[in-house]
């Protein structure tokens, strides 16, 4: 009988950390399927992680770079020879 119920406590506790820590990741804004998504450091619009180019400037500041900002920076400076 006492293990039951110390089987049966173990159970809940381990269902209480599961539902604490899966409404800690929703408290943080991001639903499992924006895991993968970034900002663009210039148009701010967001892309999935893959599509974006990412340069580490500095200690710890890492920039992304969108396809359609990268071909503007492009066209300026083709344009400029
Ligand atoms: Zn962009």
């Known amino acids: 009988m006492t293990v039951t119920i110390l089987a049966l406590v173990f159970i809940i ?4 950390i599961t539902i604490f820590g899966f409404k800690a990741v929703i408290k943080q804004g991001k639903a499992p399927g924006d895991l ?3 900002r663009c450091s210039i148009c701010r619009e967001q892309f999935v992680k893959s599509q974006l180019i990412e340069r580490e400037v500095g200690d710890h500041r890492v920039y992304f770079f969108c396809p359609s900002c ?4 492009h066209g300026e400076l083709v344009s400029k020879n």
């Open 36 to 38: 993968h998504k970034e």
């Open 13 to 16: 506790f381990v269902l209480g």
């Open 70 to 73: 990268i071909n503007k920076l």
